[in-house]
């Protein structure tokens, strides 16, 4: 019963270098999620997708790129890294109609 | 615009009283509110939920009751446990799905 797998756990990266986090479900869901979390923010959205073979902006888009590449597997591409962009990404997935998200238990990424 | 809000950063209560965890929000399109829990290293998990049809939702120790005209939330937790120390994030959602979350109220349940 793994649900969400998230790797890698943790990355250090220096600025302008690129990284893919990936993320894969085992739960046959359709919508899959990407989040940030930062100290006193809270968890914004970053990107999602409804259903294989569509994506869309969340609330803090800007500097990553996404990837549904079938339904299990949904990817976060940060094409040059930035100090900004140092934080917790949680990758989540949820049935539409279905109560709630299951959450992976993290990348913790820090961008020096 | 923060749409879900979470006013207090932190909550210290004693074992075997009452935690109360409060959330407002003004999105009126949203009519799915959720609570979820987080501990240090790990994902949230999901702990309990309330459609807007309702005004509580019970399961077990916990309780959320929802106040529509008031757009308020509050997740009640009795008794408490050293357990429940956790973060604790209140999330809402509309026909889209998407979850909306708070900035969470860490809960420090003391022995």
């Known amino acids: 019963n793994a649900g969400v797998t998230q790797t890698p756990k943790f990355q250090v990266l220096k600025t302008g270098q690129s990284m893919t986090l990936q993320c894969a479900q085992d739960?046959?869901?359709?919508?899959m999620y990407w989040y940030r979390q930062d100290p006193g923010m809270g968890l914004r959205l970053i990107y999602y997708?409804?259903?294989?073979?569509?994506?869309d902006k969340g609330e803090v888009p800007n500097g990553y790129n996404v990837s549904r590449l079938n339904k299990r597997e949904f990817s976060l591409r940060l094409e040059s890294a930035a100090p900004s962009q140092t934080s917790v990404y949680f990758c989540?997935?949820?049935?539409?109609?279905?109560?709630?998200?299951?959450f992976g238990s993290g990348t913790r990424l820090t961008v020096v | 615009d923060q749409q879900v809000k979470q006013n207090s950063p932190s909550l210290s209560v004693q074992e075997g009283r009452i935690s109360i965890l409060n959330c407002d929000y003004t999105?009126?399109?949203?009519?799915?509110f959720l609570w979820y829990k987080k501990y240090p290293a790990e994902g949230p998990t999901f702990l309990i939920s309330?459609?807007?049809?309702?005004d509580k939702n019970e399961d077990g120790r916990f309780t959320v009751f929802l106040n529509k005209s008031a757009k308020h939330l509050s997740l009640h937790i009795v008794p408490s446990q050293p357990g429940d120390s956790a973060v604790y994030f209140c999330a809402a959602s509309g026909s889209n799905y998407k979850l909306t979350f708070g900035k969470g109220t860490l809960l420090t349940v003391n022995p």
């Open positions: 309330i459609s807007s049809i309702k």
């Open positions: 739960m046959n869901h359709n919508s």
């Open positions: 989540a997935s949820s049935e539409m109609g279905v109560e709630g998200y299951t």
């Open positions: 999105n009126s399109m949203f009519d799915y």
């Open positions: 997708s409804a259903s294989e073979g569509t994506t």
